[in-house]
């Protein structure tokens, strides 16, 4: 995988009121960006779990935690399929 390097300046004082060193800091800010960029339907579930450093079952988790569904079905395609279903 070709990865491409990004620098991101943050007040060290951020770093102290979170008590966390740059390392913890940026594997939470890739978790926390991954997590969002989901949310939005802006990365598949592969590509997020990819970008957080883990494994799709282990992002589904940390997605858990924060009340987001790890599948994002929607109402209108469920009823679809349930209709389709009774319709056989």
């Given amino acids: 995988m070709k990865t491409t390097e990004l620098r991101l300046y943050v007040p060290e004082d951020i ?15 890739r978790l926390y960006a991954a997590i969002e960029l989901y949310r939005l339907k802006k990365l598949s579930m592969g590509k997020a779990s990819e970008l957080a450093g883990m494994n799709k079952v282990d992002f589904m988790f940390e997605l858990g935690k924060c009340e987001i569904p790890a599948i994002n079905y929607e109402e209108e395609d469920f009823a679809e399929e349930v209709n389709q279903v009774m319709n056989q």
């Fill in 15 to 29: 770093l102290y009121t979170l008590n966390e060193t740059k390392n913890d800091f940026i594997k939470n800010m």
